[in-house]
């Protein structure tokens, strides 16, 4: 069992900045890859990015390539989503989920094992 809370999250400006953080506990952290999605009102759970159990390999969704980083802290069983150019589309909330499947960066949340609760993300214009 892991246990992932985020925290972060808030209103923002367009074009500004937001760093969400993700804190995991339980199982060994550093034995998942870990993935960011966001859900915006009326609308499904969209993957947005994903980094492999090392950090050495990440991947994003092609809407927040270029602007948003993910990065993970083994050592203090941290992951991080910096947002960079945000737009009042990124307007969501922003869930952290775990996948014990470390082979592969997965994109689909059926597929991830552990999520947080989530933390609200708002981009005014």
């Known amino acids: 069992q892991v246990q992932l809370v985020e925290s972060g999250g808030g209103l923002v400006q367009a074009g500004g900045s937001l760093r969400l953080s993700c804190a995991a506990s339980?199982?060994?952290?550093?034995?998942?890859?870990m993935g960011w999605f966001r859900q915006a009102p009326g609308k499904e759970r969209q993957f947005v990015a994903a980094?492999?159990?090392?950090?050495?390999?990440?991947y994003y969704d092609d809407s927040v390539k270029g602007r948003f980083t993910i990065s993970r802290d083994n050592d203090e069983n941290m992951v991080y989503l910096q947002m960079n150019s945000l737009k009042p589309e990124d307007t969501a909330v922003y869930y952290c989920?775990?996948?014990?499947?470390?082979?592969?960066?997965?994109?689909?949340?059926?597929?991830?094992?552990?999520w947080g609760q989530g933390t609200q993300v708002t981009v005014s214009s």
């Open positions: 339980g199982r060994t952290f550093s034995n998942y890859n």
């Open positions: 980094i492999s159990w090392t950090g050495s390999r990440t």
């Open positions: 989920a775990a996948d014990q499947t470390r082979w592969t960066l997965r994109q689909t949340e059926t597929e991830y094992d552990y």
